[in-house]
């Protein structure tokens, strides 16, 4: 049975050491008059959850399916930007400029009018999770490209290689650690756009549920979303992690 490299298990054990302390902590804390409204405690959020389960794995449900369907869209868009960028030096000067405007615009500035533009179902939502995460895919696959050695390309042009060849065997098996690291990346912040664009106007979503939660002052319901949203994150980046592991166990980072 094949175990876990020792690194591995140390930044595991290390994970799971911070998540008990900050729990205790919290625990701690209300342990003194600071009102439930305000900070609930544990327990109490943990007995939301529970009383609260069905409700919660609907909305969980629908951001999860947001955060899918951007994240598949953005790496998607994030890879084919860099890879007519690499090809086409004209078109990377044309591109690179709307690519960093499209970072330097708040995303809560561009929330309400996407929304306005595509309704309040989940297509604004998906267009949000997008602009958030194709940046980190295309800058750092866009790196990884450009920077491959040349003299295995000055081999592959000897050897009577195809553009193709080239780009298939050459530029992209050279690039897959930097586009695995932007990937990573991607997979960290992809709940930020669907719960900004459900905080901005939504009738479902987790972001939903926090915002009618604050409203009515059930602290402990948005910590419960919150909690959910937290684990939701870590599970898709150690996914994300895991396959990438596997695919590119040749890269001296996953040594």
């Not at 586009?179 to 669907?194: E, Q, W």
Request: hydrophobic share 60%; charged share 15%; net charge positive.
């Amino acid at each position: 049975m094949k175990t876990l490299p020792e690194s591995r298990l140390s930044r595991m054990r290390r994970s799971l050491t911070v998540f008990a302390g900050l729990l205790l902590l919290w625990a701690l804390v209300t342990l003194g008059d600071i009102p439930a409204f305000l900070l609930p405690s544990p327990s109490a959020v943990a007995q939301a959850l529970w009383d609260n389960r069905a409700y919660l794995a609907y909305h969980t449900l629908i951001t999860a399916s947001e955060i899918a369907c951007g994240l598949l869209a953005g790496v998607l868009l994030g890879a084919t930007l860099a890879l007519c960028m690499i090809f086409s030096p004209r078109l990377q000067r044309w591109l690179m400029p709307l690519v960093l405007t499209s970072q330097a615009i708040p995303v809560f500035a561009l929330a309400p009018l996407l929304v306005l533009w595509f309704g309040f179902g989940m297509s604004a939502k998906v267009v949000m999770a997008v602009l958030v995460i194709f940046f980190p895919v295309t800058s750092a696959f866009f790196d990884g490209l450009r920077r491959v050695n040349n003299d295995y390309l000055d081999l592959a042009r000897t050897l009577r290689a195809s553009p193709w060849a080239q780009l298939r065997h050459v530029r992209l098996m050279a690039a897959l650690p930097a586009f695995g690291s932007g990937l990573r990346m991607a997979a960290a912040v992809a709940p930020i756009g669907a719960i900004i664009g459900e905080w901005v106007g939504s009738a479902e979503g987790l972001g939903y549920v926090m915002l009618n939660a604050n409203a009515r002052m059930q602290t402990d319901i948005c910590f419960a979303a919150l909690f959910i949203l937290v684990l939701m994150t870590v599970l898709l980046w150690v996914t994300v992690d895991a396959l990438l592991l596997r695919l590119i166990d040749w890269a001296p980072e996953n040594d």
